[in-house]
Antibody, heavy 118, light 107 residues
């Protein structure tokens, strides 16, 4: 049973870079059984896919965020990470990491609230 | 991008009721449709994958149907723990997109 946990700063200043890490337990991020992804949910709103990375490092990003997003793997720590640059208040959201198995988001982290404010 | 539209946006129902939520895609997505339940302050939970397959551990009162562009989630007999927000999500093509959510409230 996979478990995922997000970590990172809860407050980021406008124009800076948001950085989050997802630590995976109960399975290897190098396993070809899963893809890994980030999603977000602004307060009181719906879910938005940010991007994904395969076990081999292929990345896929939301077109609306593509110019600002980087997702990467750290196989030595069994983690994957999100970087979102040039943040504004519109990037304030709960950020979730998740794992896909059969084209569905089978496992989710608890989520972490990131607020963009000076 | 494929647009996903859920209806209704909110719904009031009573324990024991049968409830149906609809999701429509802006183009055919075959059966690449998943349903999630989200409670306040929690992560979404996968209920149904591939339009009609019940995720392990999910009670059988939940069912999904449909293919192409039109899908439904049915709860056969509402239980108190089912009051939550429900989202559909297409995985036919990137970018992954979600419906806007259906908030299911107690009448």
């Amino acid at each position: 049973q996979l478990q995922l946990q997000e970590s990172g700063p809860g407050l980021v200043k406008p124009s800076e870079t948001l950085s989050l890490t997802c630590t995976v337990s109960g399975g290897s991020i190098s396993s070809n059984n899963y893809y890994w992804g980030w999603l977000r949910q602004p307060p009181g709103k719906g879910l938005e896919w940010v991007g994904s990375i395969s076990y081999s490092g292929d990345t896929y990003y939301s077109p609306s965020l593509k110019s600002r997003v980087t997702i990467s793997l750290d196989t030595s720590k069994n983690q994957f990470s999100l970087k979102l640059s040039s943040v504004t208040a519109a990037d304030t959201a709960v950020y979730f990491c998740a794992a896909y198995a059969r084209r569905s988001l089978d496992y989710w982290g608890l989520g972490t609230l990131v607020t963009v404010s000076s | 991008d494929i647009q996903m539209t859920q209806s209704p946006s909110s719904l009031s129902a009573s324990v024991g009721d049968r409830v149906t939520i609809t999701c429509r895609a802006s183009q055919s997505i075959s059966s690449y449709l998943n349903w999630y339940q989200q409670k306040p302050g929690k992560a979404p939970k996968l209920l149904i994958y591939a339009a009609s397959s019940l995720q392990s551990g999910v009670p059988p009162r939940f069912s999904g149907s449909g293919s192409g562009a039109d899908f439904t989630l049915t709860i056969s007999s509402l239980q108190p723990e089912d009051f939550a927000t429900y989202y559909c999500q297409q995985s036919n093509s990137l970018p992954i997109t979600f419906g806007q959510g259906t908030r299911l409230e107690i009448k």
